[in-house]
Every structure is written in C-alpha cells, then in structure tokens.
C-alpha cells in the first residue's frame, strides 16, 4: 500500500469513506471495514454528521480490538463548532466511536462561527490528548489563508475536498495551495458520489481501455488518476469486502504520462469555478 503523509503521519493513500454506510446491512459493512484495514486502507473517515452518529458506531464495531492500526478521522458540524460545542461533539464522536481519541477531527465546512472558536477548541483537544492533529474540510483558498492566519503555520494538517474525474476544480488553486503549505489534499466522493463515468461513454471507454492495459479495473484507473498528485489521499466509500479490496488495490497502480494525459483530455478541468463546489 502506498503511503502518503498527512501532519507527523504516513498512512494509506487509499482510505475508507462511511457517509451512508448506516443503509447497508451492519455485518456487511463491517466487514467490508476489516477487510479493508487487512488490505492496507487504515485511513477511516467518518463524521458525527453520517447517520447522526450511527456511521461512527458501526466504525467503533469495526474496529475494536484493531484501534492502534487505524488513522481514525471525524468531523464536526458548522452548527456545533463553536469553542464549547466543538468540544462537547468529539466527546461524543470518542463514545460511538469507543475510542479516546482521534487521529484527525475536522470542520465540516464552514458555517457561522468564527474559525478562531473552532481551532481554539481543536488546540485545546489536542492539549487534552483527545485528538492528535486537526484539520479541515470544503475550505478554499481563502478560508485556508484565514485559517493559517489563526493557527499560524504547520497546524492544519489537512484539507478535505471534493475530487473526482468530473470535478477537478481543486486543482486549479486549492491543490497548489496546500502543498505549498504542508496540508495533505483528501479526495472525498472520487467516484463521484454515484455518477461515475457510464462504461459506453466516451470517457468510460478511455478509461476501461488503460485499465485493460494494466489488468486493472476502471475504479482503480480513477483513484490511481487523482494519486498522481504526491500530496493526495482518497476515501472510497465501499459496503461491500469486494469493493473494498478492489480499492485498496488502486494504492499500487501507477498510471503513464501518455495515460494520465488521455485521461485529462477524456474528463477535462474546466474553468475555475467561482466557489468550491462540494456535496
Ligand atoms: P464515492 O466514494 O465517490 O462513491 C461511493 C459509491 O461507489 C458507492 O455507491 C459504492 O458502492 C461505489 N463503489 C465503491 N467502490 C466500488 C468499486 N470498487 N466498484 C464499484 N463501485 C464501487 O462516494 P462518497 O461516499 O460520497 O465519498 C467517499 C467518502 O468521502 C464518504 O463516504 C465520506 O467519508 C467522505 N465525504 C466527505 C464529504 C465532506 O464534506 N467532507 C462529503 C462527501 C463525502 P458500494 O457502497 O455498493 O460499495
């Protein structure tokens, strides 16, 4: 499994996504989480927000007994980060997830209360041992500018972003941005949260034509794709072992030049949009 760096860490390039996985069936879900972690993806992001809690228990059930194999992330919501709020939502994220603490804890996105409250919450959990590095998530270039200005340098230790081979607006400043500042990219959705490219399409043949090449599969083309970028980890969402150990797998695909540019003309950039889109 490749690793990438995320703060003082090396973890999984691929990592594991939980926004629905309440929808599935629980035992299916979980263990598609233990055969990923076997497979390598100890990066699990979850959100108090998925499921309203329930996502983060089932992560728990997941992975009790492994907790020490696993970079755990969770995000708060805008509407509880305030300084008090923020505190009292990783209290309750540690008791569904059973843990003491996490490996990550994030914003959401941004929402009305000042990111001087958030962070200085995020400081004091950190302080507390509750969490070992925070970061963000949605935040364009300015609100990374604002942040940095509030935390001051080598605090944020990542940025969680929509990316995928439809929606490669990160690229044009927010990528750039953070890997001039030591912020690791994590590519939420980059399957497309659902809409990924249909097989008949002309983008979807591009891509069944490199994976055949390599004796891959078209999801393994897409994440290796987006891992061309050094600074960059993704978070696939998979209910079931198959596809989790499929995705795992993509952490080992390095993609050609030519590939990579066939790709790009396939799914191109677009221009910079005005705001950062997200889901
Ligand atoms: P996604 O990972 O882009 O796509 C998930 C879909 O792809 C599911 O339908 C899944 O089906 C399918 N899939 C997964 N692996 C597959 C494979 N190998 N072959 C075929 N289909 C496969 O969608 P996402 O859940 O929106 O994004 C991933 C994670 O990013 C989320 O779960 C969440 O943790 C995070 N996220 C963060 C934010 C944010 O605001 N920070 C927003 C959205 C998402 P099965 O379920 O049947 O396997």
């Known amino acids: 499994m490749k690793l990438r760096r995320v703060g003082s860490e090396h973890i999984a390039a691929v990592g594991q996504g939980t926004w629905n996985i309440e929808a599935s069936s629980r035992q299916q879900v979980v263990n598609a989480i233990r055969r990923g972690l076997d497979a390598g993806m100890n990066h699990i992001d979850t959100a108090e927000m998925y499921g309203s809690g329930e996502a983060e228990r ?34 309750r994220s540690l008791q569904n997830l059973q843990t003491d603490h996490l490996d990550c804890y994030l914003l959401h996105w941004r929402g009305r209360y000042p990111l001087a409250e958030t962070i200085a919450a995020f400081e004091q959990l950190q302080g507390a041992g509750k969490i070992r590095s925070w970061g963000v998530s949605n935040f364009d270039t300015p609100d990374l500018d604002e942040a940095l200005a509030v935390a001051g340098p080598g605090r944020i230790d990542c940025n969680q972003v ?29 399957f497309g949260s659902g809409q990924f490219p249909k097989p008949a399409s002309a983008g979807g043949k591009v891509l069944n034509r490199i994976a055949e090449a390599h004796g891959a599969t078209v999801r393994q083309v897409a994440l290796a794709f987006l891992l061309r970028y050094p600074s960059l ?44 889109p997200m889901i």
């Open 233 to 276: 980890l993704t978070i696939p969402k998979a209910s079931g072992a198959g596809h989790a150990v499929e995705n795992a797998a993509a952490a080992d695909l390095t993609l050609t030049p030519s590939e990579i540019v066939q790709i790009e003309a396939a799914f191109p950039r677009g221009r910079k949009p005005r705001s950062l």
């Open 162 to 190: 929509l990316y995928h081979l439809q929606e490669r607006a990160i690229e044009h400043s927010v990528i750039p941005w953070c890997e001039g500042h030591g912020v690791a990219v994590v590519a939420y959705s980059p």
């Open 58 to 91: 089932i992560v728990g059930e997941a992975i009790a007994g492994r907790r020490q194999q696993v970079f755990l992330v969770s995000k708060v919501l805008p509407s509880n980060a305030s300084r008090e709020g923020t505190v009292q939502a990783c209290e």
